[in-house]
Nanobody, 121 residues
C-alpha cells in the first residue's frame, strides 16, 4: 500500500505563490500517472494537473499558465508550483497516484490526506 503525504499548507494574498509537495512512501515502478486535485467547500473534487512516468503533463483550463506540475528524479516526490494565485484557487488540495492513466479523473487508487490552500483577495 503506497502512502502519499502532502505538505505546503499556505495562506497567501491574491497574486502570490505557493509550492505544494507530495512524498510517496515507495516509488511506483513502470508506467504510472500522478496528479493534483482540489476540492473547494461545497464543490466536487476537480483535477488540477497530472504527470505521467514519461513527463507528459496536462492541466485544467482554470490553472493553465499559472500552475506547474513536476516530479523529482527519484520519482517519489510530486510538486505543484502555484503562481498568480486567485481567491477561487482556495481549496483542499490532494495528490493522487496510480498505475492506471486516469489523467484528471478522480479515480486514482492512492490519495494523500489533503493540504489546505487559502488565497485572500
Amino acid at each position: 500500500q503506497i502512502q502519499l503525504v502532502e505538505s505546503g499548507v499556505g495562506s497567501v494574498h491574491a497574486g502570490g505563490s505557493l509550492r505544494l509537495s507530495c512524498v510517496l512512501s515507495d516509488p511506483i515502478y513502470g508506467d504510472y500517472c500522478m496528479a493534483w486535485f482540489r476540492q473547494a467547500s461545497g464543490k466536487e473534487r476537480e483535477g488540477v494537473a497530472n504527470i505521467d512516468n514519461l513527463g507528459n503533463t496536462a492541466y485544467a483550463d482554470s490553472v493553465k499558465g499559472r500552475f506547474t506540475i513536476s516530479q523529482n528524479n527519484a520519482k517519489n516526490t510530486l510538486y505543484l508550483q502555484m503562481d498568480s494565485l486567485k481567491p477561487e484557487d482556495t481549496a483542499m488540495y490532494y495528490c493522487a497516484a496510480d498505475t492506471v492513466f486516469w489523467w484528471l479523473l478522480p479515480k486514482y487508487r492512492y490519495w494523500g490526506q489533503g493540504t489546505q490552500v487559502a488565497v485572500s483577495s
